[in-house]
C-alpha cells in the first residue's frame, strides 16, 4: 500500500499510487488519511478534535467511515499488484516500434551544453546516405513483428544538413508503407537555422511532429545556442519558427528547450514563448558534467520546485483567459493513461526503439550514440549484442530497489537509462537529482487536474 498526500496551490491533494486514484479533501480528511493505518479510531478522534475544535466525534467516525468505503472501492490504501505479476522482463517481446536516425553527425550550431558534442557524437562528422536510410526502414519493417504504426526521428547533428537524404528517406517509407501494411509516422529535431519554405512545405507534408529547438528569451537562447563563428541564433530562427508554426495548420509541434543553472527562473523563457505565439512547449533541465558552470547545483533545486508551481498556477490562470498552452511535462492522462505494462516498462530504448547512427550501426537510443560499449549491432545483421540488449530488458520500476518505495514510480517508469548511465554507471541506476525534479513535476501536473477538475 502506498499514499501520497501533498499541499499545492491550496489543494489538499491524496494520491492512491497503485489504483491510479487522487482525491482532493478537506483538512480534517487529509489529516485522518495521514494517520489512517497506524492509529485506531480512538486515537484518530482524539488527535483530530483535539486539532479541530469545532469538529465533533460524529464528523470524525463518518469521515473514516468514507475512507473505509474507498479502501473498499479500491481506491484508497490499494495492494501493490504488480510486483508479483510475471512480467518476465528478461524474455519479452522486442518488436521494433520506432528508430531515431542520426542522419547528419555535424551541426551548423555550436551549443555549449550539445551532449552529441557539436552533433560529432565525440566522433568523426559523418551524413547518412540514402542507401543506409532505406536500410534503416527496411530493418524496422523486418524487426516490427505486427505492428502497425511505427515512428522514425530524423535527428543529429542537425538533420537538415542532410535534407535531400531525409526526403529520399520518407519518399521511400511512403512507397514501402503499401506493400508492408505499415504506416511510419516521421519526426524532425532541427535547430532552425536551415529551415526555408520549401523545409516548411515538405515538414507540414510528410512530418507527424516537428521539433524546434528554443531555449527561450533570447539572451538566454544566445549565451549557450551559438554559431560555430559564436552569433546567438535566437534572431535568425525565431521568425522561421512563427512561419513554420503558422502554415503548419493544427499539425503537432513543439517547441524543445534546456534550462540550466544560468536560467533557474525558466517559467519566464517558457512564458516568453508563450507570447512569441508558440503554444506547444517544452523545457527539459540540463545534464551535464557537475564541474560545468551551467550545471544544475543543489542550491538551484528548491528555486527550480517554485518556477514548476508558479509555471502550474500560471498555466491554469492563462487557460481561464482563453490562451492556453502546453508544457510537455505536465501531460498526464489520469482516466486512461499507458497500459501497466508500458508504465512499468517505459520508453522502450534498447528494445523498442534503437537509434541508427549515419553508417548503420544501432544503439539503445541517441544518447549512447559512439559509446563503443553500447553498440548492438547495425542495420544489416541486425542486433548482435544481445548482452547490452538484455541490461535494457530490465530497465523498468521493478528493476531498481530506489524505486521500491516511490509513489511515482508508475509514472515515470524507473526514469531515463541513458541519464542513470551518465550519473552512476549503470542503466538501472537511478539519476537522483532528476528523479526528485519529477516527482515535483508530477506533483504539479496532478495539481493542474484536480484544478481544472474542480473547475
Known amino acids: 500500500m502506498m499514499i501520497h498526500q501533498y499541499k499545492l496551490n491550496g489543494y489538499n491533494i491524496v ?15 487529509y489529516d485522518i488519511i495521514a494517520m489512517y493505518e497506524n492509529s485506531d479510531t480512538e486515537q484518530m478522534i482524539s488527535a483530530i478534535t483535539k486539532k479541530y475544535p469545532d469538529i465533533t466525534r460524529q464528523d470524525v467516525t463518518d469521515t473514516i467511515s468514507d475512507i473505509d468505503k474507498l479502501k473498499d472501492s479500491g481506491q484508497l490504501f490499494t495492494q501493490d499488484e504488480y510486483a508479483d505479476k510475471a512480467f518476465d522482463f528478461k524474455n519479452r517481446h522486442t518488436e521494433v516500434k520506432a528508430l531515431c536516425l542520426n542522419v547528419a553527425h555535424t551541426c551548423n550550431l555550436n551549443c555549449e551544453y550539445c551532449f552529441a558534442s557539436q552533433g560529432k557524437y565525440h566522433g568523426e562528422r559523418a551524413l547518412m546516405s540514402l542507401e543506409t536510410g532505406k536500410r534503416a526502414l527496411d530493418f524496422l519493417v523486418e524487426n516490427s513483428g505486427r505492428r502497425v504504426n511505427l515512428e522514425v526521428d530524423f535527428f543529429g547533428g542537425e538533420p537538415l544538413m542532410d535534407f535531400e537524404v531525409v526526403k529520399g528517406i520518407v519518399e521511400y517509407g511512403r512507397e514501402i508503407e503499401k506493400t508492408h501494411d505499415k504506416h511510419f509516422r516521421f519526426t524532425l529535431t532541427t535547430n532552425g537555422m536551415l529551415i526555408n519554405d520549401d523545409v516548411i512545405d515538405f515538414c507540414n507534408r510528410e512530418m507527424h511532429n516537428v521539433v524546434l529547438s528554443l531555449d527561450g528569451r533570447k539572451e538566454v537562447h544566445d549565451r549557450l545556442r551559438k554559431t560555430v563563428s559564436g552569433q546567438g541564433s535566437y534572431d535568425t530562427i525565431v521568425p522561421k519558427f512563427k512561419e513554420l508554426v503558422k502554415r503548419r495548420g493544427g499539425k503537432g509541434y513543439y517547441i524543445r528547450g534546456t534550462f540550466t543553472h544560468e536560467n533557474t527562473d525558466f517559467t519566464e523563457d517558457i512564458l516568453h514563448m508563450a507570447d512569441l505565439g508558440f503554444a506547444e512547449l517544452s523545457m527539459e533541465p540540463v545534464v551535464c558534467a557537475p564541474n560545468e558552470p551551467y550545471a544544475l547545483t543543489e542550491d538551484d533545486f528548491p528555486v527550480l520546485c517554485e518556477q514548476y508551481e508558479k509555471l502550474a498556477v500560471t498555466m491554469l490562470e492563462r487557460e481561464k483567459q482563453g490562451k492556453p498552452i502546453t508544457f510537455y511535462h505536465y501531460m498526464l492522462d489520469l482516466e486512461g493513461g499507458p497500459c501497466i505494462y508500458k508504465r512499468i516498462s517505459g520508453c522502450g530504448s534498447g528494445t523498442e526503439y534503437l537509434a541508427v547512427t ?31 540488449q538484455s541490461k535494457f530488458k530490465m530497465c523498468n520500476a521493478y528493476a531498481r530497489e530506489e524505486c521500491k518505495d516511490c509513489w511515482a514510480k508508475l509514472y515515470c517508469s524507473g ?15 537511478v539519476y537522483e537529482y532528476g528523479c526528485r525534479l519529477f516527482k515535483k513535476r508530477i506533483e504539479c501536473a496532478i495539481m493542474m487536474k484536480v484544478a481544472q477538475a474542480l473547475a
Open 15 to 29: 494520491l492512491d499510487t497503485y489504483s491510479g486514484s487522487i482525491h482532493c479533501v478537506d483538512d480534517v480528511a
Open 358 to 388: 549515419p553508417w548503420g550501426e544501432l544503439f539503445p537510443c541517441h544518447q549512447f550514440v559512439n559509446d563503443p560499449s553500447y553498440s548492438l549491432g547495425d542495420i544489416w545483421k541486425g542486433v548482435t549484442n544481445t548482452e547490452v
Open 415 to 429: 526514469g531515463c537509462a541513458a541519464n542513470a548511465y551518465h550519473a552512476t554507471g549503470s542503466v538501472t541506476g
